[in-house]
């Protein structure tokens, strides 16, 4: 592993969260304007669906990266595994032309199993441009962790530089904004004793990651 300057990597983790915050935030300003000048009932119902919507998608993504990123003090030690499928439904939900099969055989994670989990699930959502199947697998053996995402689709859009980070193989001046989740999810992995690798074709992506059980959490 490559090193990092922590505060580099916290300002990298902040720009992406802007990044992905900017269009929906920017929707709700926008709508609050319309809403100010028209007077058409009509349109003024459709300005308020849309930032119904708008505010939904703020919350959601705010849902995401709080437990993606951030420390999630509201969570004990393991995550009932709701919480994340719930969250990365609702990223994918977006996209209508996304359809996700689960596999996860354990009643909670730990809180970097869960982080590995839903960063995972926001590489593969974001290389399906096309749509296609998300599949999500999760399960705790002999004090591991295993988990594998997996994106299939007509297209698959991946820049190698994230598989990079994910072996762990990016050089810290090559980090960005782009590729600072998928380094922070690699430092986690090393942290614990685990590791991280990916599979990529034409029309699949595969990102798996085996990560110890914490002491005291197995069982």
């Not at 969260?17 to 000048?37: I, R, T, W, Y």
Request: glycine content about 10%; charged content about 25%; some cysteine.
């Amino acid at each position: 592993m490559t090193d990092s300057n922590p505060t580099d990597l916290a300002a990298m983790l902040c720009s992406r969260l802007c990044h992905d915050m900017l269009s929906p935030v920017g929707a709700l300003s926008n709508g609050l304007e319309l809403l100010a000048m028209e007077t058409d009932p009509e349109m003024r119902k459709s300005v308020m669906e849309l930032l119904e919507q708008s505010a939904t998608i703020s919350t959601n993504k705010l849902k995401f990266f709080r437990l993606a990123f951030g420390a999630a003090g509201g969570f004990g030690d393991r995550v009932d595994v709701a919480e994340p499928r719930s969250l990365i439904e609702a990223l994918a939900g977006d996209n209508d032309k996304i359809r996700i099969n689960w596999a996860i055989e354990t009643a909670n994670l730990s809180k970097p199993s869960v982080k590995v989990l839903l960063n995972f699930a926001q590489i593969a959502i974001d290389a399906l441009v096309r749509g296609g199947t998300l599949d999500v697998g999760a399960e705790v053996r002999d004090g591991n962790c295993e988990i594998v995402v997996r994106a299939t689709g007509p297209k698959i859009a991946f820049d190698e530089t994230i598989g990079k980070a994910i072996e762990g193989s990016l050089p810290s001046s090559e980090l960005s904004s782009r590729t600072a989740a998928a380094h922070m999810i690699a430092l986690l992995a090393e942290e614990s004793g685990g590791g991280l690798q990916y599979a990529r074709t034409d029309e699949a992506l595969v990102l798996g990651a085996v990560l110890p059980e914490p002491e005291g959490l197995i069982g």
